[in-house]
T-cell receptor, first 114, second 115 residues
């Protein structure tokens, strides 16, 4: 069956360090993979999208990699700040799905301590 | 910056009652979605809507659910006879005409509590 797995345990890091979050998927061949941020009681907020033919994407302190051989995406936040504390979701869009339905992982909670 | 809005923020209802959750998508967007998130679980797709009809729906979206875009600005989700297991956060999302890579913008959600 199709699965998307993210680190189930919360990630606790010190301010200034790099946070690395993992998203693994099985039995998908996604055309695109997206990362969202979700704060408690709020809707997901889009951060980055990476296509299957892209290895890496950057935006300010954020970096996403996409390895279709390993079926894995890594999400990095460099120079992390307490304000980065949130749950981070990865989401897939399957190829051929013109409607753009997003399939989400369960999310990884990040806590950045000052 | 334009945003998706949802009302109410919290809806409490008795089992078996009908509820309507309302959303105002971003004004020039063409694709509309409903997702839900049961407490502590992942965000799940319910339905997508384009050109005034459902383009895709999940197994969750059974005959008890319906969507409508009644007036060109609102987008509603109706649950005809609520069950306890319908208790969740319901998120509306919309995206423009830039294809599937276009960002989906999510609303703040409606927390539905079924007693």
């Amino acid at each position: 069956s199709q699965k998307i797995e993210q680190n189930s345990e919360a990630l606790n890091i010190q301010e200034g360090k790099t946070a690395t979050l993992t998203c693994n998927y099985t039995n998908y061949s996604p055309a695109y993979l997206q990362w969202y941020r979700q704060d408690p009681g709020r809707g997901p907020v889009f951060l980055l999208l990476i296509r299957e033919n892209e290895k890496e994407k950057r935006k300010e302190r954020l970096k996403v990699t996409f390895d279709t051989t390993l079926k894995q995406s890594l999400f990095h936040i460099t120079a992390s700040q307490p304000a980065d504390s949130a749950t981070y979701l990865c989401a897939l869009v399957s190829p051929g799905n013109q409607g753009g339905k997003l399939i989400f992982g369960q999310g990884t909670e990040l806590s950045v301590k000052p | 910056e334009p945003e998706v809005t949802q009302t109410p923020s919290h809806q409490v209802t008795q089992m078996g009652q009908e509820v309507i959750l309302r959303c105002v998508p971003i004004s020039n967007h063409l694709y509309f979605y409903w997702y839900r998130q049961i407490l502590g679980q992942k965000v799940e797709f319910l339905v997508s809507f384009y050109n005034n009809e459902i383009s895709e729906k999940s197994e969750i979206f059974d005959d008890q659910f319906s969507v409508e875009r009644p007036d060109g600005s609102n987008f509603t989700l109706k649950i005809r006879s609520t069950k306890l297991e319908d208790s969740a956060m319901y998120f509306c999302a919309s995206r423009g005409w830039g294809g599937v890579t276009d960002t989906q913008y999510f609303g703040p959600g409606t927390r539905l509590t079924v007693l």
